[in-house]
């Protein structure tokens, strides 16, 4: 998969000289990755309501809005910075057409929840090739402590498993969406398997 941060550098330079082309492949290249972002986070109760294509197109649409002052100051790395736009996109339409629950979604998308199927996806991504008694937890989708294994897990530590192992980044896209070199990407990654596979029991 061609990685879109590969030339994103100059067409943020383009665009902030003001070329209107270099702004658009600027915001069109992050298309996939914020649709994918979208679509592990949207509560499964939401899939015959909206499409994540929409919330991607909203968050786009305020983004070229917005684009001017973060190219003035850009003040945290691009990806992060649309990230951060389609993390609030998520929480309004939840909050449109769910409303407050107990375990309601936050200002910080890493900070929220997954949505039930994405906690499943997440375990059998991980531990695909397990042969640890594990195998009888995803097999019978008990899915209350696969939600409590995940949960009980850190924002940073959830986030960078959902990125790698859901939304299928690269450590260096993950390092850049989140301002961390490369090299702490992967501590981070292999730490987060650590402590989720303790949590689930199926050892180091």
């Known amino acids: 998969m061609p990685d879109p941060d590969s030339h994103a550098p100059d067409l943020i330079e383009q665009a902030a000289g003001g070329d209107r082309a270099a702004r658009e492949s600027l915001l069109a290249r992050y298309r996939d990755h914020l649709r994918r972002m979208v679509a592990v986070r949207l509560d499964g109760r939401l899939s015959r309501r909206i499409d994540p294509s929409d919330i991607v197109q ?3 649409m305020e983004a070229d809005r917005r684009l001017d002052d973060y190219l003035r100051d850009r003040p945290i790395p691009f990806p992060a910075w649309l990230r951060r736009i389609a993390g609030d996109r998520i ?3 939840h909050r449109a057409h769910v409303g407050s629950r107990k375990r309601s979604v936050t200002r910080e998308a890493a900070a929220a929840p997954l949505p039930d199927e994405s906690s499943m996806a997440l375990i059998r991504r991980i531990l695909a090739d397990d042969t640890s008694p594990t195998d009888r ?10 939600r409590a294994a995940i949960d009980s897990l850190s924002p940073k530590d959830r986030e960078v498993l959902v990125m790698r192992h859901l939304e299928r980044l690269s450590t260096s896209e993950i390092g850049e969406a989140i301002g961390v070199g490369e090299g702490a990407v992967k501590v981070r990654l292999l730490r987060a398997l650590i402590r989720l596979r303790a949590r689930l029991g199926a050892g180091p």
């Open 137 to 146: 937890l995803i097999r019978d989708e008990d899915l209350e402590s696969v």
């Open 58 to 60: 909203e968050t786009l």
């Open 91 to 93: 929480v309004d339409a």
